[in-house]
């Protein structure tokens, strides 16, 4: 469960404190975080992500989150979708290792950590 509280001094944003991971992170912020220019995360997660040799249904996505650390770093968060699948979130963990720095999020002009999600098709692999 996630609890919410407004942060003095500011209207947009929201602190959370998650629970099972013991995170706290923004969900509203004053300017959001951002990738760096020319890089997008998407074709970054695609063009390095390797699923497991399983078969998976034809409308099975991964979902997950990540954190935006404040100095830009990228921190695994979650999975959302296929929740069991260790071997997903293990390569979810190792792809966003390698992602560059991004821009943070900003509250009350303070750089604060805030949550990101993507998702992709299971079966982007074996279009061509």
């Not at 404190?17 to 997008?40: C, L, M, Q, V």
């Not at 560059?100 to 999020?105: R, V």
Request: proline share 4%.
């Amino acid at each position: 469960m996630k609890a919410q509280k407004n942060i003095p001094g500011t209207t947009e944003c929201k602190l959370v404190h998650d629970k099972k991971t013991n995170r706290d992170y923004f969900t509203k912020t004053d300017t959001y975080a951002d990738e760096p220019i020319g890089f997008d995360s998407r074709e970054f997660i695609l063009a390095n992500f390797r699923l497991p040799k399983k078969q998976y249904g034809k409308r099975d996505r991964v979902y997950f989150s990540y954190i935006v650390e404040k100095d830009g770093s990228i921190s695994f968060f979650k999975l959302l979708s296929l929740t069991s699948d260790k071997e997903i979130e293990n390569e979810a963990k190792r792809v966003m290792s390698l992602m560059p720095k991004h821009l943070a999020a900003r509250c009350a002009k303070e750089y604060v950590a805030s949550m990101k999600e993507i998702s992709f098709p299971v079966d982007w692999q074996t279009k061509n």
